[in-house]
Structures are given as structure tokens and as C-alpha cells.
């Protein structure tokens, strides 16, 4: 009752939020993928495809922008939600979508599908510790995002083979600024709200800047994942006789283990214990394959996943500059933190009980004797012991400081320093130390007659009680704290120090104008250490989930140039090229060089032709290179069966750098005779030799099958051949390649062309078409695009698109968006009855209000509450939260 009172109080609560937007209006904002205005001469110009900052220079590479418009469509929590709305972005683990897992509620990039590390993220043109999670910028502090859809590694550097994302921040920010917001989702879950504030100002005659900003957040998640239709204990399942290898099929059970112990072995097989110690007949489901059920009394681990992970975070942003003659000193600073502790799934395992274990029943140990069987095993559920639960925080701090300038009114410069500390504590509790497991299951009677850990009666100080686990709720708390009482905890600290300097201007004149240079260097320093791990851990005690430590660090000089050369000036064409180049030493690997060739060319300012090819390369990350242990559990599918395994990751000390070609052809139609109108059109294409991956334990598996050897020796099996355990250590593949198309129309029609009205109409519709998504790890290829199941590396869905209408008056703001997800195979390599997945379009609507100085908005997501397709627990392209409303405030001083 307490828990529904508290919904209905939520509901309550939103509704009289909602009801405050009757009588208001919004301010007008724009954020339409348009070049900038001019800008005065001298101001810094912001071009994310390119280091030349010369006014009214087009970089060949497409780039996305987004405004205030954009960024506040859909009320998205964090920025990172917002860009993956995108159809150039693939969904990352984020806290609307997740599966358990130790980087809970992170919001990192993936452009084009290419992995996270594939994409850099900046923020005001320099790297920092908190791109790996997008939680830590204040949102309103965000001026714009520019999305380089392209490799950028010649202009920034390692990390940009899938494209850059400049998260640049309103630098002139004045005034105060108050917000808060809440969400619910239509189920009455999903609460979250928050509190945002901003404040700007100038001083000193307009020389000096100062602005703060700060954002709290606080989000239940969705814990019961049965809530939702086809993200429960969704899973691949195995029919014996069945017409097809495999089926996804709906309430997938364990078929090996029980709430209260279940005989798999010898003469009481299929019997499952009573609380009171007896034996009753197991009901399976409805088909049994492997380890898994359809139905029956079993349970499932991915039921008990949370559907979205709860958190808390807070951040705060603050910027100073000041300028002295030419030159504009800068300082900023930054703290971030988010933590959250919740339920992760019961413990599972298959235990060996001696025949004459005293907390079996006479009757069953007569029963055991008369079969000649010394011992039973019993598979286990370990729910009635609670939950093994998962902590963490992440804190990151962050510090830099600068010097922008002009020297002779011509040249430009950048000078800066960046020093961050990201620091990641994470913890597990209510896990089984395993030694202790062990000595507690091996009870016998003293000569007392009191059942007691064998162990006891040789050392009677011993801390050991005997653990029963046949029939729920039959354990001892002293056995269950000695058990299960170990908590596994570890915290890491990643430190990123970077420097850099750049010179840009125009250098000499040809006959078509000025060619513009930029010139650098930048360095950086990257290690991350182990500031502590629990002793259990160290010595791989704990059953499932121990933590290993993670040392090691490495180091990188770079040095590039920029060239952009006019070639011809005439009314008919404006014909550039632009080149780039940068070499990179790292301490780990040597030496290497990205460059990058352009050309654009301009058709009576009616058409833009453009083209690129780009070297990208991308370094092992930390991580990749110095992980030592990492543990997950997941399903695989071979020779017709299915099998729980559990996967082992870990680094690679080993690894080269991943080297990226990429091509880009495209244009863009802005016609003189249809004003405000944009239509950009560019193909990618985007092959990767040496790709730095962990497979997908069910790609290692395939594999294997396919002949390769090396992926064959990653696979551990059990005396019947079933596998048991897949290591997924990180390698550099043979190859990696993929190639699409990219779509972008914007519109912006004034009211009064059609009719005496205020206000505009904008319209803006982004596609992307992926035809290939190819993976070769040098004897298999096999093509992902378009399979959508969780459990394929790289899985793509062939077309995603946005397309949004958006009304802005002085007063009044309202928009509608449509978002499509495209369907296709769960995984067009297996043999699977239901291999169809069905596309999904959604609907998003939002309005803005402003009455004096108050803004007031509301937005719903998933507009129809469109269900996700049939994809298993895990998949990430779709929505499984459903129909999801924002309310929220803004007060301007």
C-alpha cells in the first residue's frame, strides 16, 4: 500500500505541476544546423571539422550542429541522451538503457556504431576526463553541439576514426538563471526530478567574464523489468525437435536451478526441496532445452536486472576570463559526482552435498544409500538470501587554464593546460565468498549431536557455520553472514593531464584569396591506478564478481598542420582544398602518422560539393590496454542448443594502434530561390584494419565454429563439450568496415508568408541509411547490418531517422518529433524461427511557455507508448521505458 500511495503522490504531483502550463508562453530559440552569423574579426571561430578558424571557410567533412532548440527537445536527462536521438548516433549503456552492469548510468558517444572509444568528445575544443560520461556538464551552460560525422584524427587527434563531438558552452552567458524539473513515467515509474542554476556576468568595462553553473538529479530507475512487454526474461531459446535451430521466446527459466535446490544428478534428479526439508516433483516449463525452461517454477537472472538503474548526481561548472590587450586569459574549473546502490540479481550455482549431510532428512539419506550414492547436487537460487547489490560513485574533478589571442591583428593563438581525476569506487555485497561456500556446505554432527562445519572439528575457534540450503529460508543468519557477508570493493583513479598550443591565420595570398594555416602541438599524459581493492578480491575468492586491480598508463607527443588553398574565386564556382597532417609518438607504441585531403566547391552559393579522405587512427585506451579481469554472464547459442556461460574480458599490453581510412563524398543545396531552405546529402565510408575489439562472447563462439583456431582457444568447455566460460580478451581484428548515407533538411518559414501571424515555423529531418557493417577477424566475414539482437557485436539497424516540427513565437513554443528505428534480423547468422524484428516509430511532443520572466515546459516521449520489439533483455535500440512525461520551471533574472 505504502508503495502505491507513494505513486499516486507522484502522479499527484506531476499533474499539479502540469496544470501551471494553461495559462503561460516561451522564448523564442533557434536551433537549426545553419552556419553562425558573421562574426566580428579577431572573435574565436568554432569549426570542429577543421583547426582553420577563418570566417566563411567550409570544412569538407559534414557536420551536424545542434542549438537550444535541438538540445531541449524530448527533456532528455543528459546531454549524451539527447545526441543519441541522433540517427548517426548508436545507443550507448545509458540510465534509460541498461543492462547490470559495473558502468552503471554512464553516458559515453558512439557514432556510427563504431564503439565508444571511436569517438572523441571535447569540450570547447580540448579533451577532459568527463567525455566517458556526459552527466558532468551542466546543460545550461551548453551553448551548441557540433557533431563531425567523420574521421577528424589529423585536426584532434587519437579517437576521432568514427567522428568528433564538441560540446561547446555559452562563454558570454549574463544573467541568473533557475530551473527544476521532474518526470514520470505513464506506469507511475521512472520518477526522477532535479534542479538546475546558471548565472553569468560581466565586469571590469566588459574585459572580464564569469559564469557558474550547477545541476542536482535524482532518478528511481525502473527496478521490475515485467513491467515492460518483451524486456523481461526475453531470451533465445533452443526447441528440441523444432522445425528451427532456435526461437526468442518470452519468460525464459532456469532449468538447473531452484529457489529452494534442485537435484540435477543420480537417482532424485528433477526433485526440488520443501522448506520442511522434504522432496516434491520440479516443474519444469512447457519445453526444456540445456539449461533453460519455457515457463515452469524457475526464475531467471534478467528478471531480476533493473529495467533502468537508479542514481544520484550533482555538477558544477565555473569559467573566468579576463582580457589584457590582444589576449584573453581564462580559467575553469569543474566537479562532478554520481552514485547510486541497488539490487543486481541473486546469486546462482550447482553444489555438491555429501550423502550424509546431516540437514538432509533421514529418509533421503536411506533413500541415497539404497542407490549407492555418496553424494547429491542441488542447483541453487539464491533469492530468499537477498539480492547481491551494486554500489558506486564516480567523482571527477577537473582544472584548466589558457591564453587566447591575436598577434598583429592577424595571427591567432590557443595555449592551454587541462588537468582531470576521475575517480570510480564500485562495490558488491551479499555475493558468495567461495572458500567459505565450500567449508559451510561440508556439515556434519559433533559428538554433541550439533550439526556443525567439519572444519569445526578440528578447529573449534573457527568463524565457519553450516549453510543449508535445501528449502527456502532454511539457512542460519550466521551462516548466511559468513557466506555471504564479504563485500567486494574496489577504487580506481584515471588522471588525464593534456597540454597543447596552435598559430592560425592566413599565411600569403594567391590568386583566388588568402591561404589560411594552423599549425600546434599538443601532448598528454593518461595513467590510472588502484587506490584500493578488498583482499577477497585479490585473491579471486568471491564466486562471481571479483575486482583486479588496474595499473598502468602511457603518454603521446603530437605535432600537426592545416593548409586550406583557394583555388578559384569566380561568382560560378568557389573552389578550396584543404589538407591536414599530424604525427604521433606513443610510449607504448611508437610512432605514426593521419593526414587528411578535402575539397569543397561552391555552384552559384546555390550547391556545396564536397569530398575528403582521411588516415584515423585510434590508440589502445587504458582500459584496452591494462584491464586485467572483468566478469559478465550471458547466453550463447551452439549446435542447436543454448548455454549460460560465463565471459572474462580483460587488456591487452599488446595492442598497435587501429588504423582508419575514411571517405566522405557529399553535398549541399541551399537554392536562391527557396530562402531558409537546406538539403545536405554525404556518403561515409569507414574501413578500420587492426580494430581494437572484445567480441561478443556469441561472435567468439561462431567463430570457432567457423574454423578459427584462436578464437576456439578463448572457449572453456566442461567434460561434455557444453562451454562454460568465454574469455573475450581485447585483440586487434584483421578488419572493420562499414559505409552509408547521411540525410539532413531544415526549413524555416516565417508565419507571416502565410498569413498575418508572429512567429516561424522550423522543420528539420535527419536519416541514416547503413547498408554494411562488416566484421573480419581474418577467416570469417560477417555483415551486421541490420541485425538489432543484443547479444551481436556491432549490431546496426540499417535506417534511423528524426524529423521535427517546431512552432516558436515570442510566447509560445510547441514541437512535435518522429523518431524511426528500423528493423530487421535479431541475427541473420543463426536459424531462428521469429528472426524478424519489426521497426518502431515514436512520437515526441513538447511545449514552452513565458509569462514575464517565467518559463514553463512539458514534454512526453513516446507520445502512443509504443511497446519494444521481441529483442531480448539487452538490446539498446529501442525504447523499452514506454510513454515518459517531463514537467519543469525556469526563472530569468
Known amino acids: 500500500m505504502s508503495v502505491h500511495r507513494d505513486r499516486l503522490r507522484r502522479v499527484s ?284 517454477e524457475g526464475v531467471s537472472s534478467t528478471d531480476e536486472y533493473a529495467l533502468t538503474n537508479p542514481y544520484q548526481r550533482v555538477n558544477v561548472y565555473a569559467r573566468s576570463s579576463f582580457e589584457v590587450g590582444d589576449a584573453k586569459l581564462w580559467v575553469d574549473g569543474s566537479f562532478s559526482k554520481i552514485w547510486a546502490t541497488y539490487p543486481f540479481y541473486a546469486e546462482t550455482g550447482t553444489y555438491t552435498i555429501s550423502a550424509s549431510n546431516p540437514f538432509l532428512s533421514q529418509t533421503i539419506r536411506n533413500q541415497l544409500a539404497a542407490a549407492r550414492e555418496t553424494s547429491i547436487k542441488v542447483g541453487r537460487v539464491f533469492e530468499d538470501y537477498g539480492y547481491r547489490t551494486f554500489g558506486y560513485y564516480r567523482r571527477n574533478i577537473e582544472g584548466a587554464a589558457g591564453v587566447d589571442g591575436t598577434i598583429a591583428g592577424k595571427w591567432r593563438y590557443s595555449v592551454y593546460y587541462n588537468h582531470g581525476e576521475l575517480r570510480n569506487m564500485q562495490s558488491y555485497r551479499n555475493q558468495i565468498t567461495g572458500a567459505n561456500l565450500t567449508k559451510a556446505l561440508d556439515a556434519v554432527t559433533d559428538s554433541s549431536g550439533n550439526i556443525v562445519c567439519r572444519v569445526a572439528l578440528t578447529d573449534p575457534t573457527t568463524a565457519c557455520r553450516p549453510l543449508n540450503i535445501l528449502g527456502t529460508g532454511t539457512a542460519s543468519q550466521a551462516a548466511i553472514n559468513y557466506v555471504f557477508g564479504n563485500k567486494a570493493r574496489a577504487v580506481y583513479t584515471t588522471k588525464l593531464d593534456s597540454t597543447g598550443a596552435s598559430l592560425r591565420g592566413d599565411a600569403f595570398d594567391l590568386w583566388a584569396g588568402p591561404v589560411s594555416i594552423a599549425v600546434g602541438g599538443e601532448a598528454r599524459w593518461e595513467k590510472q591506478v588502484t587506490n584500493s581493492l578488498d583482499a577477497t578480491s585479490a585473491a579471486s575468492g568471491f564466486s562471481r564478481f571479483n575486482f583486479s586491480p588496474l595499473n598502468g598508463g602511457f603518454n603521446v607527443q603530437e605535432g600537426f598542420g592545416e593548409v586550406a588553398v583557394p583555388l578559384l574565386d569566380q561568382p560560378y564556382s568557389k573552389l578550396d582544398f584543404s589538407g591536414a597532417a599530424r604525427y604521433s609518438h606513443y610510449s607504448t607504441s611508437g610512432g605514426i602518422w593521419s593526414w587528411k585531403l578535402g575539397l569543397t566547391d561552391r555552384i552559384f552559393d546555390n550547391l556545396l560539393l564536397r569530398a575528403s579522405r582521411s588516415r584515423d587512427i585510434r590508440s589502445g585506451s587504458l582500459a584496452e590496454l591494462y584491464t586485467t579481469l572483468t566478469t559478465s554472464f550471458t547466453t550463447v547459442a551452439e549446435g542447436g542448443k543454448t548455454y549460460s556461460i560465463t565471459r572474462y574480458g580483460g587488456g591487452n599490453v599488446g595492442l598497435k594502434p587501429e588504423i582508419g581510412t575514411t571517405t566522405t563524398i557529399g553535398a549541399v543545396f541551399t537554392p536562391s530561390f527557396i530562402p531558409r531552405f537546406n538539403l545536405s546529402v554525404d556518403y561515409y565510408s569507414i574501413k578500420i584494419r587492426g580494430a581494437i575489439v572484445s567480441l561478443a562472447a556469441q561472435d567468439i563462439v561462431s567463430g570457432c565454429a567457423s574454423g578459427s583456431t584462436s578464437l576456439c582457444s578463448q572457449i572453456v568447455r566442461d567434460s561434455t563439450g557444453a562451454p562454460t566460460t568465454i574469455y573475450t580478451t581485447y585483440i586487434n581484428l584483421a578488419e572493420y568496415k562499414t559505409h552509408g548515407i547521411d540525410v539532413e533538411a531544415s526549413y524555416l518559414l516565417p508565419m507571416s508568408e502565410i498569413g498575418n501571424m508572429p512567429g516561424s515555423l522550423r522543420f528539420r529531418a535527419l536519416a541514416t541509411y547503413v547498408p554494411e557493417v562488416k566484421i573480419n577477424n581474418g577467416l570469417t566475414s560477417v555483415d551486421r547490418a541490420g541485425d538489432v539482437g543484443d547479444n551481436v557485436t556491432f549490431g546496426t539497424p540499417k535506417w534511423r531517422g528524426t524529423g521535427a516540427v ?88
Not at 538540445?71 to 538503457?97: E, K, V, W, Y
Not at 547490470?100 to 576526463?129: E, K
Not at 528433477?270 to 526439508?277: E, L, R, S, Y
Not at 518559463?855 to 512526453?860: R, V
Open 806 to 893: 517546431t512552432y516558436q513565437g515570442k510566447d509560445l513554443s510547441i514541437d512535435a518529433r518522429v523518431r524511426y528505428v528500423g528493423g530487421g534480423k535479431f541475427d541473420h547468422t543463426l536459424d531462428i524461427a521469429n528472426n524478424d524484428i519489426a521497426a518502431r516509430v515514436y512520437v515526441d511532443v513538447g511545449a514552452q511557455v513565458n509569462i514575464d520572466k517565467l518559463t514553463l515546459f512539458a514534454n512526453i516521449d513516446n507520445l502512443f507508448d509504443r511497446d519494444p520489439p521481441l529483442t531480448t533483455y539487452g538490446s539498446i535500440h529501442y525504447d523499452p521505458i514506454g510513454r515518459y512525461m517531463t514537467v519543469g520551471a525556469k526563472l530569468h533574472f
Open 13 to 296: 504531483l506531476l499533474a499539479s505541476a502540469a496544470a501551471l502550463l494553461a495559462p503561460a508562453a516561451a522564448i523564442a530559440q533557434t536551433g537549426d544546423g545553419a552556419a553562425d552569423p558573421a562574426v566580428p574579426a579577431g572573435t574565436e571561430i568554432v569549426v570542429t571539422g577543421s583547426r582553420i578558424d577563418k570566417a566563411g571557410f567550409q570544412a569538407p567533412t559534414p557536420t551536424t550542429v545542434l542549438g537550444a532548440t535541438d538540445l531541449r527537445q524530448g527533456a532528455r536527462p543528459s546531454i549524451a541522451q539527447t545526441l543519441n536521438d541522433l540517427p548517426q548516433f548508436r545507443a550507448t549503456q545509458t540510465p534509460a538503457s541498461t543492462v547490470a552492469n559495473t558502468n552503471s548510468s554512464a553516458s559515453a558517444m558512439d557514432l556510427r556504431g563504431l564503439g565508444v572509444t571511436r569517438t572523441l568528445t571535447l569540450l570547447n575544443n580540448r579533451r577532459f576526463t568527463g567525455a566517458a560520461d556526459l552527466n558532468t556538464i551542466p546543460q545550461g551552460l551548453v551553448k551548441k553541439v557540433e557533431v563531425v560525422t567523420g574521421g577528424a584524427s589529423a585536426a584532434w587527434g587519437s579517437g576521432a576514426i568514427g567522428g568528433v563531438v564538441n560540446i561547446i558552452l555559452d562563454d558570454d552567458l549574463t544573467g541568473l538563471t533557475l530551473g527544476a524539473k521532474s518526470g514520470i513515467s505513464s506506469r507511475a515509474d521512472g520518477f526522477r526530478y532535479g534542479f538546475d542554476a546558471s548565472y553569468g556576468t560581466k565586469f571590469a568595462n566588459d574585459r572580464g567574464h564569469f559564469m557558474i553553473g550547477s545541476e542536482y538529479q535524482q532518478d528511481e530507475g525502473i527496478l521490475d523489468r515485467n513491467s515492460r512487454k518483451n524486456v523481461g526474461s526475453t531470451a533465445l531459446f533452443s526447441p528440441v525437435g523444432g522445425a528451427h535451430q532456435y526461437i526468442l521466446a518470452r519468460d525464459v527459466n532456469y532449468s538447473t536451478f531452484g529457489l529452494g535446490g534442485l537435484v540435477t544428478s543420480g537417482s532424485l534428479a528433477g526433485k526440488t526441496f520443501n522448506a520442511d526439508g522434504t522432496l516434491r516433483a520440479f516443474q519444469y516449463g512447457s519445453m526444456v532445452s540445456g539449461t533453460s525452461m519455457v515457463g515452469g
